[in-house]
């Protein structure tokens, strides 16, 4: 186990026992396959309109299913005592729900500034009421008192938020982060920026709840919006000229905002189990093998969205630099930048997959080849390998379920749904798809562009149901 906490080993040492009396399943592959329940019945996996308040807009994402939906899943697939693994865990909708449901969870995710979020969501504030209002208290008085202006690595920053309210949130930073103090030096040990991130102790709760907060000023003070294409960020005028005690009088009332929205969760069994977020990449997972019961997640689309962008100042108020935010970017999957060129097709990619692709190889448009094509190839790339992991860690008997939603290059659809699926057959995993949905809102609406090519696109949302055999199919 490689976990950054640990939590992980005790955790992961309670989840070893494989029940190995349950039945196998005996048909063949493409019996089994088609065995796999439907589920068609439970809730759609979109968010409605009352899930874009309380914990849900403490961060700026557009990325996230409905809790219904996890709530429907885990009351489908899981047993009392199952580990609920997301390991692309994003906004923390599936941890957050196995914990109001009582399970145990784990979230993976590579992101640290949505890592934070997670993590401060796992806080139950009526076991921790006093605690929360006097460190709340220690760090405001700090901070009153703390009036450095701490270099940022990325100047950018001062453009959108301007010096009087970035040296208080500067300020609140330090006091949260000085109140667990670091025993690693930058230079001493010779490690890198991204070390220093993941060895800092964020991850305790209560310091990610604190530095969620913060996040959360400095959305409110900063001038960020976002431009039709939702990951950009634009700058605006009108910086903020007020006072430093302004600043920390936001960051209590939003403290007492986000305790509000924690306390209105309903937790329906006993909940001794916290989620443990880690910070991590879904290709190399924290976990050792077959110690997950169930996973339910949903990867990043091949629409080349990025992730880390939208989150930009966050990061650079961590500390982040500029190497460090383009190496994040090439970590994250499906991220519009090229890592390598070199990629090759890998023949158990799935007979889908390969057509798409030789069909962006012969396309006619520009940089279709040259840009695009080594994108795709290493967004595949990073699925297949993503999909090894899961099973890896899944236990015989285990299920998953991704939801995903096609897309379109050009003119041609990209079937995700059926590429996961195959890819996860591939690996003699039975796989199916248990729920298609049409989907309206989708981001390529918002693109002309993307029209161009194709007037009517109809985009579908896909729930893959996959199950792990307790001996090969083959
Ligand atoms: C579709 S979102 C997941 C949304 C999540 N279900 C929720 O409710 O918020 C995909 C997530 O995968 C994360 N991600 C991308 N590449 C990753 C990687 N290599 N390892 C782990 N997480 C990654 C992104 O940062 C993003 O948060």
């Known amino acids: 186990v490689l976990g950054c906490s640990e939590d992980v080993p005790r955790l992961v040492a309670t989840m070893a026992v494989v029940n190995l009396n349950m039945p196998a399943y005996t048909a063949s592959i493409n019996e089994t396959n088609s065995m796999l329940p439907s589920l068609e019945h439970i809730h759609s996996s979109k968010r ?30 899981a047993s009392t005592n199952d580990v609920i693994l997301d390991p692309w865990n994003g906004s923390g909708t599936t941890t957050v729900v196995a914990q109001q449901m009582g399970y145990r969870s784990i979230g993976v995710e590579i992101n640290p500034v949505m890592v934070i979020h997670a993590r401060a969501k796992t806080i139950i504030p009526a076991e921790r009421h006093a605690e929360l209002r006097e460190r709340t208290r220690r760090i405001v008085q700090a901070a009153t008192r703390y009036s450095t202006v701490i270099p940022v690595e990325n100047d950018e920053i001062y453009q959108y938020i301007g010096i009087n309210a970035l040296q208080p949130l500067l300020s609140l930073k330090a006091t949260i982060l000085r109140s ?20 800092q102790k964020y991850h305790h709760p209560i310091t990610s709840f604190f530095l969620s907060a913060v996040f959360q000023c400095l959305r409110k003070i900063g001038n960020f919006h976002h431009g039709s294409n939702p990951t950009w960020l634009l700058k605006r005028e009108n910086l903020f000229h007020g006072e430093k005690t302004e600043v920390l009088v936001l960051f209590q009332e939003q403290v007492q905002r986000m305790l509000k929205d924690l306390s209105d969760q309903e937790f329906h069994r006993e909940f001794a189990h916290p989620p443990l977020i880690l910070e991590g990449n879904v290709k190399i997972l924290p976990l050792s093998d077959s110690c997950i019961d169930l996973i339910i997640t949903s990867p990043p689309y091949c629409t080349r969205i990025d992730y880390i962008i939208p989150t930009k100042p966050e990061l650079v108020l961590l500390g982040a630099e500029k190497h460090y935010l383009e190496d994040l970017r090439r970590s994250t999957m499906g991220a519009p930048v090229i890592v390598k060129r070199n990629y090759n097709y890998r023949n158990n990619w799935g007979s889908t997959c390969l057509d798409f692709l030789a069909a962006v190889e012969i396309h006619p448009s520009k940089a279709s080849r040259s840009y695009y094509l080594p994108v795709l190839l290493q967004y595949f790339d990073d699925a297949f390998s993503a999909l090894v992991e899961m099973k890896r860690v899944l236990k015989p008997g285990g299920h998953a379920i991704l939801v995903v939603q096609s897309s379109y290059y050009k003119e041609i659809e990209i079937l995700l749904g059926q590429i996961y699926k195959e890819m996860a057959q591939a690996l003699d995993l039975y796989a199916s798809i248990a729920r298609r949905e049409v989907v309206r809102q989708h981001m390529a609406h918002l693109n002309k562009k993307s029209r161009r090519y194709v007037s009517d696109k109809v985009y579908h949302e896909d729930v893959i149901l996959i199950y792990k055999p307790y001996r090969g199919c083959k």
């Open 48 to 77: 409605g309109k009352n899930e874009r308040n309380g914990l849900h807009i403490w961060h700026p994402y557009y990325a996230g299913y409905s809790e219904q939906f996890v709530r429907d899943v885990i009351k489908e697939l």
């Open 180 to 199: 667990r103090p670091l025993n690693i030096s930058h230079s001493s040990l010779g490690i890198t920026k991204r070390d220093v991130l993941i060895h």
